[in-house]
C-alpha cells in the first residue's frame, strides 16, 4: 500500500495541475514536462540502472514519433486511428528502432557501447535527410492531431485534451518503468552495470540482458516521441539527432541517475529553465551547461542525491540547524550566477552588436556591451561570489557532515 | 559415486597468452560428489585453471568435460547453467546492490527467474527464502541492506563464497574462498562450505593446508602449469616430487 501512495498522489497532482496552470502556456509548459519526463526515465533505465550510456536516444524518440506523425497523417485521410493512441504507434516505432539499433550496440558494454551510440546518432541523422519523402529533410513532417476520429466528443485539437492525454501516458509510462525495476529484467540489468562479467557466471548472458532492456527502453522513449508528435504536431530531423540526445543526459543527469524517480526531477527543472531562460535569452543552453558542468563536479548524484544525502538529517531531526548554514550560501551564489550570466550575456549581446544589431537591452536593462564597465562589474560580481562561496560552502558541508552523524 | 563420466574431467588442457604458455596440459579428474582441493605455489595457473573450466575464456587446446557432456568453448553462462557455480579469488560483487540483491543474483537463474519483465521479484517465494538462508548462514543477516562495496573486507569475501553456493549448483568452484579471513572467520567458511556442498562436487583452491586437509577428499598440486601428484591427502602429503616442486618450507607442516 505504502509502495502506491506516490503514485496515487501523482495521478491527483496530475487532475489538479492543469487546473492551476490553466493558461496555454501553463499547458504547453506540463505537456512538455510529460514527455520530457518519459523520456528522461526511459533514458535513466539504460544509464542509472543498466549503465548504459547512450548517446543516441533520441533515435528511439525520434522513430517512434516520426511513426506517430504518419499515422496521424493517416488519420487525416479517413483511417480509424484515434489520437490518444498515437503514442502506441510510438511505442511500436521505438521498439523497431532499438531491436535494429540495440541489436548492435549491446553487444559491448561501458564505452564502446557509448561510442557505438555517438556513431548511430550521426549515422542516423544523415539517414533521415536521405529520405525526404519519409522524413520531411530539413523542414521535416506534420500533422494535425485534431484529425482523428473525435471520442466522446473529443477531437484532441485543444491544449488541454492534449494535456489529458499526455498526463495519462505519462504516469502509465512512469508505473510501468518503475514496475520494471521490481523484476528479474530490473534486478540483472542492476548487477550488469555493476559487474557484467559476474553475470555471465551466474548463467545469464549480458549481452542479452543489455539488449532486453535497450528494447524496453526504446519502446518508452518511442511513446515519448508518440506524445511528442501529437503535442508538436510536427517532427523534424532536430528531434532524432544528437542535440536532442544531448538534451535528455543533460535532465537526467541534473535530476539524478541513482534513483528512479531523480530523473523526473531533472526533466522537471530543465523544462522550466528552457522556457523560462528561452523567453528571456538566446543563452539558455549556456546555462543548462554550466548547471549540467556544476552538478557533475559538485554533485554526482544529481538533484534526487542531494535530496537524499538529507534524509538521515531529517529523520536525526537536524534539519533545522542546517537552514543558517544554507542560507548563507545564498549571497555567494547569487553574486557568482549573477557574475556570470552578466559575462554570458555581454559576450552574446557583443558578438549580436559585431554582427549589426543594435546595443539593444540585456535582461531588460539598458546596458552597452561595448563600454568597458559593465564587464568590469560583471567579473567584480563574479569573482566576489566565487569568494565568498570558497569560504561558506566548506563551512555548509561540515554542517551536514556533522548532522548526518 | 564412481560411474564413469561423471564428475570434472579435464584433459590434455593447455592455455597461452602470447608466446607465454600458462597452463601446459593438465589432467584433472574429480569424481561427482567429491571434494577435491588444488593446491600449488604462487603463479602456478591455479586461477587459470578456473578461469578456463568455468568459460572465462577459452582453452587453447583439451577438453572439459561435466557429467559426460563436453563443455570445451562453452561461455560462463553456459557452463553455469549445465550446473557449475564458481567464486572468484578477486572479490567479484554488484558493488551497489545489497548483500540480500547479490545473493538473490546468485540464486536466481537456479529458481526459475529467467530475463523477463512479467512476473516481479518478490514473487518468487523460494528464491527470496534461498537468498535468506544463505545470508543467515554466512552471518550477514545484520548486514542485509548494506551495498556490497560498503561491506568490510572478510565480509565481501563471505559473500563471495555466499553468491557462488547460493544457487545450488552441482559443481562448485572456489578461488581461495578463505583468503584474507581471521582464525574464526576461516572456521565458519570451512564449516559453511562443508555443509553446503554435502552431496556436491567441490573444486577449491586453496593456500591454507589446514584446511586443505581438513575438508578435501583428494588433492591436486598444480606446478608450473601441470598437475604433478592427484590423490588421498596422505598419499599426497608422501609425494617427493611435489615436496620438492612445491611444498618446501612448507613441508613440515606435513610431516
Ligand atoms: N590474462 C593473462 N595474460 C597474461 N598472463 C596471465 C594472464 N592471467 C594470468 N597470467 C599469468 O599466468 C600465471 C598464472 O597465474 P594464475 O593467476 O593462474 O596463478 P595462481 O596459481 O592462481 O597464483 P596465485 O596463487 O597467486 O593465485 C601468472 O604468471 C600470471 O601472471
Ligand atoms: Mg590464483
Known amino acids: ?26 499547458l504547453s509548459l506540463l505537456n512538455r514536462m510529460g514527455i520530457a519526463i518519459v523520456f528522461a526515465l526511459s533514458f535513466n533505465m539504460l544509464l542509472g540502472q543498466g549503465g548504459m550510456l547512450d548517446f543516441g536516444h533520441a533515435i528511439m524518440l525520434g522513430f517512434g514519433g516520426f511513426l506517430a506523425m504518419h499515422a496521424m497523417r493517416l488519420a487525416g485521410l479517413g483511417w480509424f486511428i484515434p489520437t490518444p493512441l498515437l503514442p502506441l504507434v510510438g511505442a511500436a516505432g521505438g521498439l523497431a528502432s532499438a531491436l535494429l539499433t540495440g541489436w548492435i550496440a549491446t553487444r559491448r558494454d561501458r564505452t564502446a557501447f557509448a561510442m557505438i551510440t555517438l ?27 485534431s484529425d482523428g476520429p473525435a471520442i466522446l466528443g473529443f477531437d484532441f485539437g485543444s491544449q488541454m485534451q492534449v494535456y489529458h492525454v499526455v498526463a495519462v501516458w505519462t504516469w502509465i509510462s512512469a508505473l510501468l518503468m518503475w514496475r520494471t525495476t521490481l523484476t528479474p529484467l530490473g534486478r540483472l540489468a542492476n548487477a550488469v552495470r555493476d559487474n557484467p562479467e ?20 526504446g519502446l518508452f522513449a518511442g511513446i515519448a516521441g ?19 540526445s544531448g538534451a535528455v543526459l543533460l535532465m537526467t543527469f ?50 534526487a542525491g542531494i535530496l537524499l544525502a538529507h534524509a538521515p538529517v531529517m529523520r536525526a531531526g537536524r534539519l533545522g540547524q542546517l537552514v543558517g548554514h544554507y542560507l548563507r550560501l545564498i549571497p555567494g551564489f547569487a553574486l557568482a550566477l549573477a557574475g556570470v550570466a552578466g559575462l554570458s550575456e555581454l559576450a552574446f549581446r557583443l558578438e549580436a552588436i559585431r554582427g549589426g544589431a543594435s546595443t539593444g537591452r540585456i535582461m531588460g536593462l539598458a546596458i552597452d556591451a561595448t563600454a568597458a564597465w559593465p564587464w568590469l562589474v560583471a567579473a567584480v560580481l563574479f569573482l566576489a561570489g566565487a569568494a565568498l562561496l570558497n569560504r561558506t560552502f566548506p563551512q555548509a558541508r561540515a554542517a551536514w557532515q556533522a548532522a548526518a552523524q | ?10 584433459t590434455g588442457l593447455r592455455k597461452s597468452f602470447g608466446a607465454l604458455e600458462i597452463i601446459k596440459g593438465v589432467e584433472l579428474s574429480v569424481a561427482k560428489g567429491e571434494r577435491h582441493a588444488v593446491i600449488g605455489p604462487n ?25 559426460g557432456t563436453d563443455i570445451t568453448g562453452w561461455s560462463a553462462h553456459q557452463i553455469f547453467r549445465a550446473g557449475l557455480a564458481r567464486s572468484f579469488q578477486v572479490t567479484s560483487l554488484f558493488p551497489k546492490l545489497s548483500v540480500f540483491e547479490n545473493l538473490r543474483c546468485g540464486a536466481m537463474r537456479n529458481f526459475g527467474a529467467g530475463v523477463s519483465v512479467f512476473r516481479l521479484l518478490d514473487g518468487f517465494r523460494p528464491l527470496a527464502e534461498q537468498a535468506e538462508r544463505t545470508m543467515e548462514a554466512l552471518g550477514l543477516t545484520h548486514r542485509r541492506h548494506v551495498a556490497a562495496g560498503s561491506l568490510a573486507y572478510a565480509e565481501q569475501r563471505a ?29 565458519r567458511a570451512v564449516a559453511l562450505i562443508r555443509k553446503v556442498t554435502e552431496g556436491r562436487t567441490l573444486v577449491m583452491i586453496e593456500h591454507d593446508l589446514g584446511v586443505v586437509f581438513d575438508l578435501a577428499d583428494r588433492i591436486s598440486v598444480l606446478a608450473d602449469g601441470k598437475v604433478i601428484a592427484s590423490g588421498p591427502p596422505d598419499q599426497v602429503r608422501g609425494d617427493a616430487a611435489v615436496r620438492t616442486a612445491y611444498l618446501g618450507a612448507a613441508a613440515e607442516v606435513l610431516t
Open chain 1, 254 to 303: 541534473i535530476g539524478g541517475i541513482g534513483t528512479f524517480w531523480g530523473p523526473i526531477l531533472g526533466a522537471v527543472l530543465i523544462v522550466l529553465l528552457q522556457v523560462a531562460l528561452g523567453t528571456l535569452t538566446d543563452a539558455w543552453q549556456l546555462y543548462s551547461g554550466l548547471l549540467f558542468v556544476a552538478m557533475v563536479v559538485w554533485a554526482p548524484g544529481g538533484l
Open chain 1, 226 to 244: 508518440g506524445l511528442q508528435a501529437i503535442n508538436d504536431e510536427i517532427m523534424t530531423s532536430g528531434n532524432i539527432g544528437s542535440e536532442a
Open chain 1, 1 to 26: 500500500m505504502k509502495r502506491w501512495a506516490p503514485w496515487i498522489a501523482a495521478a491527483f497532482a496530475a487532475l489538479l495541475l492543469p487546473h492551476l496552470f490553466a493558461s496555454g502556456f501553463g
Open chain 1, 198 to 217: 559476474r553475470v555471465g557466471f551466474l548463467g545469464y548472458d549480458p549481452a542479452r540482458v543489455r539488449f532486453r532492456v535497450y528494447v524496453l527502453s
Open chain 2, 43 to 67: 603463479g602456478a595457473g591455479k586461477s587459470t585453471l578456473f578461469h578456463l573450466i568455468t568459460g572465462r575464456f577459452p582453452a587453447s587446446d583439451g577438453r572439459i568435460e561435466l557429467d
Open chain 2, 1 to 10: 559415486m564412481n560411474d564413469p563420466g561423471s564428475g570434472l574431467i579435464v
Open chain 1, 119 to 145: 556513431g548511430l546518432a550521426e549515422l542516423v541523422v544523415a539517414v533521415v535527410l536521405m529520405f525526404p519523402s519519409v522524413f520531411g529533410g530539413e523542414e521535416g513532417i506534420n500533422g494535425d492531431r
Open chain 2, 159 to 187: 559473500l563471495e563464497i555466499g553468491v557462488a553456493i547460493a544457487g545450488g549448483a552441482h559443481t562448485i568452484l572456489l578461488d581461495e574462498p578463505t583468503a584474507g579471513m581471521s582464525r574464526t572467520e576461516t572456521e
